[in-house]
């Protein structure tokens, strides 16, 4: 299995960017995907998941109402669209997946991971 995120790169206050994740080896219509990001000296944290039984969706409280995830099965990508971004949005995000229908936030509960792009949001 072998996810691909991509999508990330410098943005200015308030800008957007679409990151996509792409899999290969694995259906990602059956699995729950999330997204992660990790900034320097801090720990990674659940930013956004999306669930393959019912289609639901969880979030960040940081990033409510600015970040959307959604899915096209038909291409086997996710996506993580964000708008209105903040320099404190500037991270290396990463998408995973694994053996389970429901998303989450949690990072233990995903298998498989992508190697992550660095989303920088400065002026």
């Known amino acids: 299995v072998q996810l691909q995120a991509s999508g990330g790169g410098l943005v200015q206050p308030g800008g957007s960017l679409r990151l996509s994740c792409a899999a290969d080896?694995?259906?990602?219509?059956?699995?729950?995907i999330g997204w992660f990001r990790q900034a320097p000296g801090k720990e990674r944290e659940g930013v956004s998941s999306?669930?393959?039984?019912?289609?639901?969706?969880f979030y960040a409280d940081s990033v409510k109402g600015r970040f959307t995830i959604s899915r096209d099965n038909a291409k086997n990508v996710v996506y993580l669209r964000m708008n209105s971004l903040k320099p404190e949005d500037t991270a290396v995000y990463y998408c995973?997946?694994?053996?389970?229908?429901?998303?989450?936030?949690?990072?233990?509960?995903?298998?498989?991971w992508g190697q992550g792009t660095q989303v920088t949001v400065s002026s």
């Open positions: 080896g694995i259906t990602l219509d059956y699995y729950a």
């Open positions: 999306i669930s393959s039984s019912d289609g639901s969706t």
């Open positions: 995973a997946t694994g053996h389970r229908a429901t998303g989450t936030l949690d990072f233990g509960a995903y298998d498989y």
